[in-house]
C-alpha cells in the first residue's frame, strides 16, 4: 500500500470514531507515526500525537485517540474518492 493510500486509510478510519493503530494496516510503528505525522502536519486531523526518543530517535507512541477531521481532511478524503 502506497502512502497515500494509508493517509486515506486512517483518515477513514477516524471519520468512522475508530482509534486507528499501526497493527489495523499491516505497517510498522515508525511507518504508521511518519504517516500520523504527516497528517498532524498538514492539518488533516486534530489531536494527533507522535513520540520520539531513544537513539535514533524512533517513533515510541503514536496517540490518535479523539482525533477529528479538518476540513482538509475531509478534503483528502473527497479527492482520493473521486480519483
Known sequence: MDRYELIYKILKSIEQGKEPHWNDFGIDKEEFGLVAEHIKDNNLATNVTV?????????????????KLTSGGYDFIRKYEDS
Open 51 to 67: 513520540s520520539r526518543g531513544g537513539l535514533g530517535n524512533k517513533v515510541q507512541i503514536v496517540f490518535l485517540n479523539h482525533s
